[in-house]
């Protein structure tokens, strides 16, 4: 998948999102820069009955290309929160170590239940697969 080499590669990667998925409704998705090589990703995307995903991504860049450093996704139905990915890392955790630190929260008990999460990167947008896991899965 692509590395983005700069913080403005990401921003049209982020701004174009509803030309290239006709399932969004609406994204209030904001790049904003915080500091020099720091910048954050916040907002959600809002899809058909009342599904909605909430972005946040805290990212940097200087010499390199433009990184994931730390992130959450949540996924809601109305007031309901389904399930979310994040990067907390559980060391302790054996069967996540396939996917360390990435992880996607899930029923029953959504808080503690945890399966590895293999296609969340930081170095790759996750963006496109959190939709079309939207699309697939729920939609």
Do not use: C, M
């Given at each position: 998948m692509n590395?983005?080499?700069?913080?403005?590669?990401?921003?049209?990667?982020?701004?174009?999102?509803?030309q290239?998925?006709?399932s969004?409704?609406?994204?209030?998705l904001?790049v904003?820069?915080?500091?020099?090589?720091?910048?954050e990703?916040?907002?959600e995307?809002?899809?058909?009955?009342?599904?909605?995903?909430?972005?946040?991504e805290?990212?940097?860049?200087?010499?390199?290309?433009?990184?994931?450093?730390?992130?959450?996704?949540?996924?809601?139905?109305g007031?309901?929160?389904l399930?979310w990915?994040?990067?907390?890392?559980?060391?302790?955790d054996p069967?996540?170590?396939?996917?360390?630190?990435?992880?996607?929260?899930?029923?029953?008990?959504?808080k503690h239940?945890r399966?590895?999460?293999?296609?969340?990167s930081?170095?790759?947008?996750?963006?496109?697969?959190?939709?079309?896991?939207?699309?697939?899965?729920?939609l």
């Open positions: 590395q983005f080499q700069s913080l403005r590669d990401y921003e049209i990667f982020v701004y174009t999102l509803p290239r998925y006709s969004l409704l609406h994204s209030t904001v904003a820069q915080r500091g020099r090589g720091l910048a990703l916040k907002g995307i809002a899809f058909s009955d009342e599904y909605r995903l909430a972005v946040y805290r990212l940097t860049w200087d010499t390199e290309p433009l990184t994931i450093e730390g992130y959450s996704y949540e996924v809601w139905r007031n309901e929160k399930y990915y994040d990067s907390q890392p559980h060391p302790n069967t996540l170590a396939s996917t360390h630190p990435h992880h996607k929260h899930i029923p029953p008990d959504i239940h399966i590895p999460a293999p296609n969340l930081f170095t790759s947008p996750n963006l496109s697969f959190l939709i079309e896991e939207i699309e697939s899965d729920l």
